[in-house]
């Protein structure tokens, strides 16, 4: 069982930034491939980003050069920094660990950019 723990949402003015963080469970963290997804009201859940156990990383074309995502494997962490928020990417982000072959996910960290 993996246990995964977001945290770093808010309100934020468009234009500003954020960073989320995702702790994770277990000893076997450096092997699990991690993603972070979001789901606006009324929308289905999308992919954000992604990174392997190698560190490679994988964007979606609307976040692609804004958002970063990246992993400390020593504190069991992933992070997603959020640059030039718009008001399109308010939703409740979500942290997914896969390992070996099953998915994770934690409860969610609401992200609202707003005026």
């Known amino acids: 069982q993996v246990q995964l723990v977001e945290s770093g949402g808010g309100l934020v003015q468009p234009g500003g930034s954020l960073r989320l963080s995702c702790a994770a469970s277990g000893t076997r963290f450096s092997l699990y491939v991690m993603g972070w997804y979001r789901q606006a009201p009324g929308k289905q859940r999308e992919l954000v980003a992604t990174?392997?156990?190698?560190?490679?990383?994988n964007y979606a074309d609307s976040v692609k050069g804004r958002f970063t995502i990246s992993r400390d494997n020593a504190k069991n962490t992933v992070y997603l920094q959020m640059n030039s928020l718009k008001p399109e990417d308010t939703a409740v982000y979500y942290c997914?660990?896969?390992?070996?072959?099953?998915?994770?996910w934690g409860q969610g960290t609401q992200v609202t950019v707003s005026s």
């Open positions: 990174i392997t156990s190698g560190g490679s990383t």
């Open positions: 997914k660990a896969r390992w070996p072959t099953l998915d994770y």
